[in-house]
């Protein structure tokens, strides 16, 4: 396992007059904004804590997240600033990655904001809210340890033969192979109880099917394609959740 003294040799003095630098910092200001843009808009309102704590969270975990990514692989960065311009990206995960990142987000936000427009959900207890937040939390932690820990971590799936892409399987990565997707799945599934608006698991579940589709696309995807992967799979047996799949 690297140590952190080791990671930080892989920073760089960051270039702010670079167009991908400002192109990345302007993604990070749009993930932060779109969500209490979207769910305030629909709802008609903005009196509503549990949009705000979610919307705070987010950003909170997002904003610190880039800025140690900045600072420990900002090449990382770089490579996820230029998603839409890549042309090596599996033809199936140009569809969807499209949906797993944005249109699945986006559609729970937006249901979770005409839900609570319309008073569509039950009431549901407040210590259930917290339960759910901190479970949403959980899910970010996972997420963002298994971004920071693994500097491929593209956008897109694709072998990045020229950044030198290995098979990395410390951290989060010693018990499943894909933690980034576990942690997406826990904070989705989460999101509907914490934002007190049941209807939003329809778009949950349809985002958590098409995360399990590309978990399953992209794996086989490595086990042919990136070197050491395949042993990797006999030592690290699941993809998502110990024990079962």
Avoid at 139 to 164: D, P
Avoid at 168 to 175: D, F, K
Avoid at 191 to 209: D, M, R, Y
Wanted: contains cysteine; aromatic residues 12%; positive net charge.
């Amino acid at each position: 396992m690297r140590k952190g003294k080791d990671r930080m040799t892989d920073a760089k003095k960051i270039d702010w007059r670079n167009p991908m630098v400002r192109k990345a910092v302007a993604g990070f200001v749009v993930v932060t904004a779109l969500p209490a843009l979207v769910m305030f808009l629909a709802a008609g309102r903005i009196d509503w804590w549990e949009a705000w704590a979610m919307i705070c969270l987010n950003a909170f975990v997002t904003i610190i997240s880039r800025v140690i990514l900045l600072r420990i692989h900002p090449d990382l960065a770089m490579e996820r600033a230029r998603w839409t311009g890549v042309q090596d990206a599996k033809v199936w995960d140009k569809r969807l990655m499209p949906i797993v990142g944005l249109y699945g987000p986006l559609l729970m936000w937006l249901v979770a904001g005409f839900d609570k427009r319309w008073n569509g959900s039950p009431q549901i207890a407040i210590e259930l809210e917290i339960a759910a937040f901190v479970l949403v939390m959980l899910g970010y932690v996972i997420s963002v340890w298994a971004f920071l820990e693994n500097k491929f971590f593209s956008a897109v799936v694709r072998i990045q033969t020229e950044r030198g892409h290995t098979v990395v399987s410390t951290g989060p990565y010693a018990w499943v192979r894909h933690p980034g997707y576990a942690g997406g799945i826990v904070s989705y599934m989460m999101t509907p109880i914490a934002l007190g608006t049941l209807w939003v698991f329809l778009p949950a579940v349809l985002t958590t099917i098409a995360v399990i589709v590309r978990t399953a696309l992209e794996d086989k995807t490595l086990q042919v394609e990136l070197p050491g992967y395949k042993e990797y799979v006999a030592r690290v047996h699941n993809r998502l959740v110990p024990g079962l799949w």
